[in-house]
């Protein structure tokens, strides 16, 4: 998926804290001032005072809201009775839908055909019209343009637009209010909408506080325009963390950033399933991909001089689509060295299987599943059978000793770590 931006000629200037000011007064009756609590569990395995700041908990399950109302608190009498329409699959659809509706407001959302739908069922109960049109988000976009020129409609864009940054720099207003004395704040980027505001919220009060960005090593689309000095469109790429898969930044967050962000890294999807797994397990938090990636370059040292630092990452999202939700959870537990898939080759006569599976017993893995082939292993010599093992275990250091145990007892590996 990608957003695609309009871009022009003259030099977008940075979103000012005044207008940030001004869209905090207008929302924050309207959105949850969201917890941003200390997290003892990645206080203690970081070496850092870490505060969670869970947009999460907003209605809509993100903080796409703060952007979205603030947008559509500024239209005018006429454009407010024409309507607004927007694109998205996801977290900006429901935002617009749900404060479309408490503002009295016609909302319609074009999504891509494939959206899941649970996120077009979701979208309509919060009072849009959805429009299911085009293969990918480009070609929802295109034609949510042509509708709103047909219908009147305005286009809420969902990050390239200077209504919704100040929105969403209304989190760093109220990160400033909940603990003023964090030194260093970590942000998924996409787009760059949450991060433009954030930072300028943020650096306009205490340009000592260090504002780093983080995204997906498949689409570093603010990496690349911050290195380029320019806004530059990236290869299209995939990552679980769909909220923030955006191949070209806007102009306008563009601006924001260079300006005032200090930093920004990248994570793996190995080290954002493991983050999604750490928060579900550890902090009883649901976190969607592009929440948890903060706390994926957190845990996987992406950043440094974070010792003894107040750090707030921003888990910016919630929404898992639960027929996916299962995959991710398995993919963290395999980064974490908590499920592991080994694949043996034992001796071709009755019992070798069975004491495999008592020596792993014996080693405190739990044998998950065995997939046991033998007629059609052709590359296999005779006398032999591969065996595959998924074994649920501690992490690391563990699957070493399960390695060894085995090698000591002569079974062939057929895996690497």
């Known amino acids: 998926m990608s957003d695609t931006t309009e871009q022009t000629d003259t030099p977008a200037e940075p979103i000012t804290y005044r207008e940030i000011e001004e869209a905090h007064s ?64 996801g977290n900006h659809a429901q935002a617009v839908a749900y404060h479309g509706t408490q503002l009295g407001i016609s909302s319609k959302i074009v999504m891509p055909e494939p ?179 903060p706390v994926a370059a957190l845990l996987s040292d992406k950043i440094d001089n974070l010792e003894g630092r107040k750090v707030c990452p921003i888990i910016c999202g919630g929404n898992i689509d639960v027929n996916v939700i299962s995959k991710i959870i398995d993919r963290g537990l395999a980064a974490a060295g908590r499920i592991y898939r080994i694949d043996l080759q034992i001796r071709d006569v009755p019992g070798s299987l069975a004491k495999v599976l008592t020596l792993l017993g014996e080693l405190d893995a739990n044998v998950m599943e065995v997939y046991h082939e033998r007629t059609f292993a052709d590359d296999t010599e005779l006398g032999v059978t591969n065996v595959e093992l998924k074994l649920e275990t501690r992490g690391r250091d563990h699957i070493e000793k399960i390695r060894e145990a085995l090698n000591n007892e002569g079974y062939k590996i057929l895996d690497h770590l």
């Open 115 to 293: 959206t899941p739908l649970v996120k077009v069922t979701r979208t309509r109960r919060f009072g849009a019209e959805v429009v299911l049109h085009g293969a990918n988000y480009d070609e929802s976009y295109e034609h949510a343009c042509e509708l709103a020129e047909q219908e009147g409609r305005t286009f809420v864009h969902p990050f390239n637009d200077r209504g919704v940054i100040a929105g969403q720099g209304t989190l760093g207003l109220e990160l400033l209010e909940q603990n003023p004395y964090l030194d260093t704040i970590i942000c998924a980027v996409g787009g760059g909408g949450l991060i433009s505001g954030v930072a300028a919220a943020l650096k306009e009060t205490n340009p000592k506080i260090r504002v780093i960005g983080v995204e997906p090593e498949t689409l570093p689309s603010m990496k690349t325009a911050l290195e380029n000095h320019r806004v530059t469109e990236v290869p299209n790429g995939q990552t679980i963390a769909d909220g923030v898969a955006v191949r070209q930044v806007g102009d306008l967050t563009y601006a924001s950033a260079e300006k005032y962000v200090d930093e920004m890294v990248t994570v793996s999807e190995r080290e954002i399933a493991n983050a999604i797994l750490v928060l579900l397990e550890e902090e009883k938090t649901v976190a969607e991909g592009a929440g948890a990636i």
């Open 26 to 89: 207008r929302v924050r009756d309207a959105i949850l001032t969201s917890p941003c609590n200390k997290s003892e569990t990645l206080s203690e395995r970081t070496g850092a005072q870490v505060y969670l700041k869970l947009e999460n908990l907003q209605r809509t399950g993100s903080f796409k809201e703060r952007g979205a109302r603030n947008r559509l608190m500024l239209l005018s009498e006429e454009e407010r009775d024409n309507g607004v329409i927007a694109a998205s699959a």
